[in-house]
């Protein structure tokens, strides 16, 4: 079965730097786009990027865009968030979800709790 | 950018009701819409896509309908399962963006 597993969240202070992963295991990572949306504490969903099946193009939302950077390694089923120059702002639950072929996302991850704090 | 609205932000309803939550665009979207659910703790599972088309393994009693600006997701008969956070979500190559969530609630 699909499954989508998130790692390397965590507090950090701002103006520092993550790198949150996902693991995909159940279906053949290479041919899906992947996606990052978030969710800040008690607030709704937020879109943050996606990257293509090849991991040639990357798209990001104004907000991350400069400072969040999306990588996948296809060889190990993974995909990768930099995160840079973090916010108060950014502190959310990280998802990781697959594109089902048309920017919408039919599996997600559990989620990983990234919190920008000082 | 395209803008989503979702009305209500929440609502009270019983099992067996009869639920429709709205989904207002900024501008036309065609039927480039999805449809979430979410329940406390726990990651969205997708509902439907370009506006109607029932996602794999979702009740029959979940509908949509609408296009451009305006769309409605409908809950036939309310189920104990059913109380959750539900998003719309326009999709495009270059904008994905979320509607701010309609809470459903045991009354």
């Known amino acids: 079965q699909v499954q989508l597993v998130e790692s390397g969240g965590g507090l950090v202070k701002p103006g520092g730097s993550l790198r949150v992963s996902c693991a995909a295991s159940?279906?053949?990572?290479?041919?899906?786009?992947m996606h990052w949306i978030r969710q800040a504490p008690g607030k709704g969903l937020e879109w943050v990027a996606y990257?293509?099946?090849?991991?040639?193009?990357?798209y990001y939302a104004d907000s991350v865009k400069g400072r969040f950077t999306l990588s996948r390694d296809n060889a190990k089923n993974s995909l990768f968030l930099q995160m840079n120059s973090l916010r108060d702002g950014d502190t959310a639950v990280y998802y990781c979800?697959?594109?089902?072929?048309?920017?919408?996302?039919?599996?997600w991850g559990q989620g990983i709790l990234v919190t920008v704090s000082s | 950018a395209i803008q989503l609205t979702q009305s209500p932000s929440s609502l009270s309803a019983s099992v067996g009701d009869r639920v429709t939550l709205t989904c207002r665009a900024s501008?036309?979207?065609?039927?480039?819409l999805a449809w979430y659910q979410q329940k406390p703790g726990k990651p969205p599972s997708l509902l439907l896509s370009?506006?109607?088309s029932l996602a794999s393994g979702v009740p029959s009693r979940f509908s949509g309908s609408g296009s451009e600006t305006d769309f409605t997701l409908t809950i036939s008969s309310l189920q104990p399962e059913d109380f959750a956070t539900y998003y719309c979500?326009?999709?495009?190559?270059?904008?994905?963006?979320f509607g701010g969530g309609t809470k459903v609630e045991i009354k």
């Open positions: 979500q326009h999709f495009s190559i270059y904008d994905l963006t």
């Open positions: 370009d506006a109607s």
């Open positions: 501008q036309g979207i065609s039927t480039d």
């Open positions: 979800a697959r594109d089902e072929g048309s920017y919408t996302f039919d599996y």
């Open positions: 159940g279906f053949i990572f290479s041919d899906y786009y």
């Open positions: 990257i293509s099946s090849s991991g040639k193009t990357a």
